[in-house]
C-alpha cells in the first residue's frame, strides 16, 4: 500500500510541477487583457498561453491631453479578441501603431490591428475583431458533424 500511495504522490508532483503553459506574450499597456481561453486574468502587460489555439479577449484604451493644462481625454474600444496560436518556447510582443491624437486612435478602434513579433524573428499583423465580427465568422465556417 505504501509503495502505490507514494506512486500517487510521485505522478501528482510530476504533473503538477510540469508547466501547461508554452508561450510568452508582452503587450503594450494600450491594451488591457481581461481573459484568456475564457478565464478572467487580472490585467497584466505579460502573460503565459498554453500551446496551441488561444483566445484573448482584450480593450484598447489610453488617455490622450487635449491641452497642457488638461487631464486628457480616453479613448476606449468595445472587447476585442485575438485568436493566437501559441507554439511551446516561443516568446511573443504585440506592438501597436503610433497614434499620437484622439482621432487617430477613434479611427484605430474601428479596424484595430496588431503587430506580433515572435523570438523566432518572425513579424505579422493580425486583426483584432469584435465580440459581433468573431461571431460571424464563427457562423460563416463550414463545421462537419
Do not use: C
Not at 487635449?66 to 481625454?73: L, P
Not at 496560436?85 to 477613434?106: H, I, N
Request: avoid cysteine; charged fraction near 15%; glycine fraction near 4%.
Amino acid at each position: 500500500m505504501k509503495l502505490l500511495t507514494k506512486a500517487v504522490l510521485a505522478a501528482i508532483i510530476a504533473t503538477s510541477s510540469a508547466s501547461v503553459f508554452a508561450a510568452s506574450v508582452f503587450i503594450p499597456s494600450g491594451l488591457q487583457v481581461s481573459e484568456i481561453n475564457g478565464v478572467q486574468v487580472n490585467n497584466s502587460q505579460e502573460f503565459e498561453l498554453a500551446e496551441g489555439q488561444n483566445l484573448i479577449k482584450l480593450t484598447y484604451l489610453e488617455s490622450f491631453a487635449v491641452n497642457a493644462d488638461d487631464s486628457g481625454s480616453l479613448v476606449k474600444s468595445k472587447p476585442l479578441f485575438w485568436h493566437v496560436s501559441a507554439q511551446e518556447g516561443v516568446d511573443y510582443t504585440v506592438s501597436l501603431p503610433v497614434l499620437m491624437t484622439q482621432d487617430e486612435a477613434r479611427d484605430y478602434i474601428q479596424h484595430p490591428v496588431i503587430q506580433i513579433s515572435d523570438s523566432k524573428g518572425l513579424t505579422r499583423t493580425d486583426s483584432l475583431p469584435s465580440q459581433s465580427q468573431l461571431m460571424a465568422a464563427l457562423f460563416t465556417q463550414k463545421v462537419d458533424f
